[in-house]
Nanobody, 118 residues
Framework: QVHLVESGGGLVQSGGSLRLSCAAS????????MNWHRQAPGKKRELVAA????????IYADSVKGRFTMSRDNAENTVYLQMNNLKPEDTAVYFC???????????WGQGTQVTVSS
């Protein structure tokens, strides 16, 4: 059974930093591209960052570009999201997603809350 477990969320002041982690089990981690999404109250879930299976390429939403960095450690089956210069509008539940080759071959974590106070 596949499990994705996010951690590292919390309450931080505007301008602060947090590092989210997503630990995966039950799958061959290196075969999955990984995404970070977020969902703020009353808003749709949005893709924040994505990284390739090898970790050599990552892309970011315009709203976080230059502030967030996504990385992965395939030996540890873990993906990270380093978030710097956080803003109140970054407040959301952050989810990691593993994306495989088939339409059904994707998995979600339960999410971790990030709250940025002004």
């Amino acid at each position: 059974q596949v499990h994705l477990v996010e951690s590292g969320g919390g309450l931080v002041q505007s301008g602060g930093s947090l590092r989210l982690s997503c630990a995966a089990s039950g799958l061959t981690f290196s075969r999955y591209a990984m995404n970070w999404h977020r969902q703020a109250p009353g808003k749709k879930r949005e893709l924040v960052a994505a990284i390739t299976r090898a970790g050599d390429t990552s892309i970011y939403a315009d709203s976080v570009k230059g502030r967030f960095t996504m990385s992965r450690d395939n030996a540890e089956n873990t993906v990270y999201l380093q978030m710097n210069n956080l803003k109140p509008e970054d407040t959301a539940v952050y989810f990691c997603q593993a994306v495989g080759g088939g339409q059904q071959d994707n998995y979600w974590g339960q999410g971790t809350q990030v709250t940025v106070s002004s």
